[in-house]
């Protein structure tokens, strides 16, 4: 069975939203590559998503001027952006692929290699420095040495660290 776009990509974002629990940002993103998509291929129906338009909206995205910084227009618009509108489509793919709507199958959308990630990680000598800093003389000297033991051991984000409460922690005793 075919659908009206419009109406399918709506149902698509509430089941994102709903069923798979993913934030109101990630909906508003995928919203946002969908409708692009849509919009610049025509696209009507689900039918009339193709490997021909999928490959034409790639080159749109390769060839289209990147972000502007500091007035300087970079080159072109990063594969990693490029990849998260495939994500979202091939996701809408899925979702008309498991209520049988007529489309593309998800299979034919493959996504852009990119780099691997750089880590910049502190040296052991660096992390050796770094615990030797407090003064544990001081009570707060003791505190940053608990602080900084418990980020490296735990691996928690330094957000997730500054937003834990101690408060919370102390009222269980």
């Known amino acids: 069975m075919q659908m009206d776009i419009a109406g399918t990509k709506r ?29 610049e291929m ?31 227009a970079a080159a072109s618009m990063k594969k990693n952006t490029q990849n998260y509108y495939m994500i979202a489509l091939r996701s809408f793919l899925k979702y ?12 034919a959308i493959e996504l852009a290699k990119t780099g691997g990630r750089h880590l910049d990680l502190i040296s052991t000598d660096e992390l050796g420095r ?6 544990l003389a001081t009570t707060k000297g003791l505190r940053d040495k608990a602080l900084i033991e418990l980020f490296f051991s735990t691996g928690l984000r330094l957000s997730e660290l500054c937003s834990l409460n101690r408060d919370l922690v102390l009222s269980k005793d």
């Open 11 to 39: 149902q698509f974002l509430e089941y994102i939203e709903i069923e798979k629990g993913r934030s109101l940002k990630t909906v508003e993103n995928y919203d946002h590559y969908l409708s692009r998509f849509i919009e």
């Open 42 to 72: 025509g696209i009507k129906k689900t039918t009339d998503i193709s490997e021909d338009k999928v490959r034409e909206f790639r080159l749109k995205l390769n060839r289209a001027p990147g972000v502007k910084v500091r007035g300087q």
């Open 130 to 135: 770094l615990l030797k800093t407090p003064d």
């Open 96 to 107: 008309c692929r498991k209520r049988n709507i007529s489309s593309l199958t998800p299979d």
